[in-house]
Structures are given as C-alpha cells and as structure tokens.
C-alpha cells in the first residue's frame, strides 16, 4: 500500500508545520466529529527511524501528542533502552490521527481516509526504517490482509525502506510474555540502522 496512486498535492507541502496545519482541518470520515482534536505526529525529521502506531487513545486525544498513555511510556522505554528518542533521532505517527470512539479499531474507510496524511509524513521524515506497531498499522501500510503473528520479526522492502513490524506495547501491556519477541525485533531494527544510518548509533544492551 505504501506510495500506491500518483502523488497529491499534500506531497509538494514544504515541511511537517504545513501538513500539520491542513490535517487539523480535516473532516475526511466521521471520527474527527467524536475526538477532541487530531493526534498529528511528534519527533524529528528528516529521520532515519519512524514509528507508526495504530491510532490515539484517551490520553493522546485530551493531549493532543502520540502515545502518552501508559502504552507511550513502555513505547519511550523501548526507544530508550534501543538508543532511540522521538526528541532527537525519531518521529512518531499513526494510521489515524483522531482517536476511535471506545478506542476500537480503526475501520478500513477511516484507515483510508487518512492515509494520504500518513504517506506525505512518510515523505518527509525520509525514514530508512519504519516500525510498524502492531496488526493496525501493519495492515494500513503494508497489506490489509496481513497478520501480524505471522510477520513481526520479519523484514519488509517497500519503495527503498525497510518495515519492521512488531507487536503494539499495549499488546506488551496486556501479555507481557511479548516482551522477549518485540526485544528481538528492535535488536534487528538497531543492528539495521548502523547499517544504514549511523554506524556509530548506541544503545546500552547492543
């Protein structure tokens, strides 16, 4: 699904403020009218490492910033102890930037609609790898009918960069015997980014 149709006019915005500024305007599906406000993004970009989460809870809607809730904070530990920071070296983002009524899943129309945002965020942090956190997010970009049991771990090419997918932290939250498997796969994704982006690129256990 990544880069799939020809580009729009959101892909010749100049920078993240610009795009920010006309998602926050949106009211392309339903779920704008039930959410406080749109969940845009955070971090830094250009970058060699993105997130992509499935969509803002409770907490990200009341603060208008992704992932943090109690699922934000395991997600930051995570990027800590990988040597990642969305304050120098990542960007985070969702499949959807307003927050589902009841925090259910996003429906394949919303996911849709909201896509075009997340391909010209994509564009613009210029990520060599994205992490794709959990079955949503997996599906929103790469294939609707993936399975995130089935892939996570494994390493995706699409359009010159590389997807990780792995478990959402609130799937950690919620079976923490997913620890170990999600620790594997960020091993890989650090390993990946001395490769690709900064040979030099620390994290305290790799």
Not at 75 to 98: H, Q, T
Not at 145 to 172: D, N
Not at 184 to 200: C, F, G, S
């Amino acid at each position: 699904m990544i880069y799939t149709g020809a580009p729009t006019e959101l892909d010749l915005l100049p920078d993240m403020n610009a795009l920010a500024e006309v998602v926050r305007g949106c009211s392309r599906c339903g779920l704008r009218a039930g959410c406080q406000q749109v969940v845009f993004g955070e971090g830094v970009w250009p970058a060699g490492l993105m997130c992509i989460g499935e969509g803002p809870g409770a907490d990200e809607d009341r603060l208008g910033r992704p992932f943090v809730g109690k699922a934000g904070q395991l997600l930051d530990r995570i990027l800590e102890v990988s040597g990642f920071d969305r304050r120098r070296n990542c960007y985070i983002a969702n499949v959807v930037k307003c927050r589902p009524p009841g925090n259910r899943i996003p429906e394949p129309a919303e996911r849709q609609a909201c896509w075009p945002y997340l391909r010209a965020q994509i564009r613009l942090v210029q990520p060599k790898i994205i992490v794709l956190l959990g079955a949503t997010a997996l599906q929103g970009v790469i294939d609707p009918q993936a399975r995130i049991t089935r892939m996570r771990g494994q390493w995706i090419e699409r359009e010159g960069i590389l997807f990780m997918p792995t478990y959402h932290p609130a799937a950690l939250l919620r079976d923490p015997s997913k620890k170990r498997d999600v620790w594997e796969d960020m091993k890989q994704v650090i390993h990946k980014y001395r490769e690709l982006v900064d040979p030099n690129h620390y994290s305290p256990y790799v």
